[in-house]
């Protein structure tokens, strides 16, 4: 288990994450947590799910999901996007809900970061801007 890790609850839904570990096991209805485990590459799923992060000259860069734009339905969305800076020091949460495009933008980024997204029916994603 480390700093910033994401855990599901396989009986309720529940995600949580670590932001001190104390080493203890996460347990949620009854039953230990799972870990998440972000995917790098699509498969062979017709919807796009990497992070795609773009920088701009000005410092600004903008994250989407994905490379064609997830949809965001109420039945298949992508409600959070999350940028974590390489050292994990600097921490970004945003919440979409259905209807949303499916981007975050952050101002003035000179580190390297990478981004993670969470589809309710794919699970979670991630994408860097090395
Ligand atoms: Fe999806």
Not at 36 to 62: M, Q, W
Not at 80 to 100: C, R
Request: with cysteine; net charge negative; aromatic share 8%.
């Amino acid at each position: 288990m480390e700093k910033l890790d994401l855990y599901k609850c396989s009986v309720c839904g529940n995600i949580v994450q670590i932001i001190i570990n104390g080493g203890g096991e996460l347990i949620c209805c009854g039953k230990p947590m799972e870990k998440l485990e972000a995917k790098t590459f699509e498969e062979s799923l017709t919807e796009k799910h990497v992070p795609v992060i773009t920088s701009f000259e000005n410092g600004d860069c903008e994250i989407r999901v994905g490379e064609i734009l997830h949809p965001m339905t109420q039945e298949h969305y992508i409600p959070f996007i999350q940028t974590i800076s390489k050292d994990k020091n600097n921490v970004q949460l945003k919440f979409l809900h259905p209807g949303e495009e499916p981007k975050m933008y952050l101002h003035k980024i000179s580190e390297k970061l990478y981004a993670r997204e969470y589809c309710n029916l794919h699970g979670l994603w991630e994408g860097n801007n090395d």
